[in-house]
């Protein structure tokens, strides 16, 4: 089974940024997509931001357009989701998850998770 591994989280003051990577044990070919979620305290989790493995399409919830962006490196078996502007409603536990069905951000369909990095947006 694939583990994922996140870094990059940290406290970064409103308006900054930060990348977060995330980088699969095995090569991810049998996987439709990866994405980053997150969960702040006492809200449940949801979709940041999720990228096909097959052909790069992306998916960004709202609140994220403009500020966030998801790249691959297949070769390298890496997601990373670059974080600009960021905002204190941002703060929260990031996820990177993947996914063998054909689902982009659907958080029942994502079964492998990785332990999640904290990020935190506070002046």
């Known amino acids: 089974q694939v583990q994922l591994v996140e870094s990059g989280g940290g406290l970064v003051q409103p308006g900054g940024s930060l990348r977060l990577s995330c980088k699969a044990s095995?090569?991810?070919?049998?996987?439709?997509?990866m994405g980053w979620f997150r969960q702040a305290p006492g809200k449940e989790r949801e979709g940041v931001s999720c990228i096909s493995l097959e052909d790069g399409s992306t998916w960004r919830r709202e609140s994220v357009r403009g500020r966030f962006t998801i790249s691959r490196d297949n070769a390298k078996n890496t997601v990373t989701l670059e974080m600009n502007d960021l905002k204190p409603e941002d703060t929260g536990i990031y996820y990177c998850a993947a996914t063998t069905a054909k689902a982009m951000c659907i958080l029942r369909y994502y079964d492998h998770w990785g332990q999640g990095t904290q990020v935190t947006v506070s002046s």
């Open positions: 095995e090569y991810t070919s049998d996987y439709f997509a």
